[in-house]
DNA sequence: GCCGTTTTCGGCCCGACTGTTTTCAGTCG
């Protein structure tokens, strides 16, 4: 079996648990886990590198993980990996997830009361037979019981959409704290992974204690993890972890940094003050024997010791940012209020809940110049596709309302439905009647990743097609992604012109941001839309920019940053 | 396991909190 460099970053990271708990040398249980986080944040051909025997180019990826790897890739699966798994019971590796566990506690509970699942545990647990336990006690019993049960109502993830939420919200009630002199989210958060597992704030204050009792018996806050000095740990309402550090306002800058990572990120930050004979943490920056401290008043400044440019939250997953900080080449990030209008929108003729008019009114509130409609296109009959004459009909109406309306022009869109053998939903004159079209599959996901990506690539190969829609269709925390060769897509919409969605809903937050890089190098531009199917729908896009930020998107690779003059020429442009 | 303009061997980021211990290992970020 062929496997993608998912598959093969997901086994290396199960190998990884593996050797830790087997006891093997920490460094080698790093390796494992860096590799699976190169592999998949990799932009380059996997199979191209395979068969050059490039592998070992890649930071972090030596002859043995290259020979792993190049295994993997072509049977799916290695002597080594095969005997691990054999010797470890499935159970024994899900018990890490659960908070508090690590590998050496689950190894004990493993060979010393032979625990093989997370049942059986909760009921050695129940039993009082953990507390016995030598290294265990009451306290550890409870906690695993309590983390059996956030591992099974949370699964411990959560969307970045609602975390923000929470996480603002959690913000603005801290800093209602007199104690508390400064405070940020940080964390994943603040550097906007997709999913998040738990809100970090970061405060700077004189009376750390104060802070603590404030945090730990806010309203919102429902169990105290933890409480200590500088650093306490509670569970919110929404079933959401949040963690709070206080430091000083001289360390807060470092804090912050530090707290906000990734971890991969530090790691290259701290092993880089190593070069510049510094050390690194969260509370500052020290230089040479007599750790001389070197102030530094924001994050920017602790950059700049290193000359490198300011590198912003979302960048921080050391995929490359060092490297462009370094050389002034980071990009200058797309903001919100670069977006001049927005695409993507239902209304009541398919699935959506308002009517053009209040879409139109909508997106003119929120200072949009055009709102392009796309509704669904007819085999999606789940969701109202329209028919050919809804469509004239449709058509008629906007034409009537963009008379009518000021400050806003509502563009004649479709989501078109890519059918199974990669056919569209419509006859070509039918598609040449529209603004723009936007291709997207809804059904039929199981299929081949070769197949799927076959059907993707002859949808947009139609020349009507501007927009390839939530690419992978994936919903995040609930549905995994259908198989498809990312990369051929993004070849095959570079060659064709086409641009591929950020799609701002946020179970959705597709394309993944980690195939940004590799798009713009191919010069593939990018549409962040809301696939709003109401008005508060448009909001959305907020998450978004966010997805687009970390993607490294600049508002030039963003068709929706365009103005509608050159849109509509960049669409017309596209067909010839 | 990986890596190297001090090194091909000996490092590999660093600190807080907890619980179970009487000085520290384990976990987490």
Redesign the pocket.
Known sequence: MNMDKHQIANVLAEMAALLDLKGE?P??V???E??ARVLDGLSQDLDHLIARKQL?D?????????T?ITELHAHGTFD?YVQLRRSIPEGVVAM?A???????????LWKKLKITTIDELEKMCRAGKI?KL??????????ILK?IESVRRFSGRHLVSEAHVAAAALLDAVKKCKAVLRAEVG?SVRRYVETV??I?ILVATKNPEAVMDYFVTLPDVTQV?????????VVLSSGI?A?L?AVTEREFPFTLH??T?S?AH??AM??L???H?M?????GLFKGKDEKRIPCKDEAAIFAVFGLDFIPPELREDMGEMEAAAKKSLPRLVEQGDLKGVLHAHTTYSDGRASLEEMAFAAKKRGFAYLGISDHSKSAAYAGGLSVEQIHQQHREIDQLNKKLTGIRLLKGIECDILADGSLDYSDDILETFDFVIASIHSKFTMTESEMTKRICAAISNPHVDILAHPTGRLLLTRDPYPVDMLKVIQCAAKQGVAIEINSHPQRLDLDWRWGQQMMALGVKTLISPDAHSTDGLDVVRFGIGIARKGWFEKEDVLNCFGVDNLLMHFQRHEK
């Open positions: 040398n460094f080698k790093r390796a494992y860096n590799a070992t890649i930071k972090g990826i030596g002859a043995n993980l290259a792993h080594e890490l659960i908070p508090g566990l690590g590998a050496k506690k689950v190894g004990t507390a030598e290294g265990f006690g009451e306290k550890s019993q409870e906690k983390g964390g597992g738990d970090d993890v933890a409480k200590g000095a500088t650093k306490s740990s972890n963690d550090r530090y707290f990572g971890k530090n790691v701290r092993s003050a190593k070069q004979d050390k690194l943490n969260e509370y």
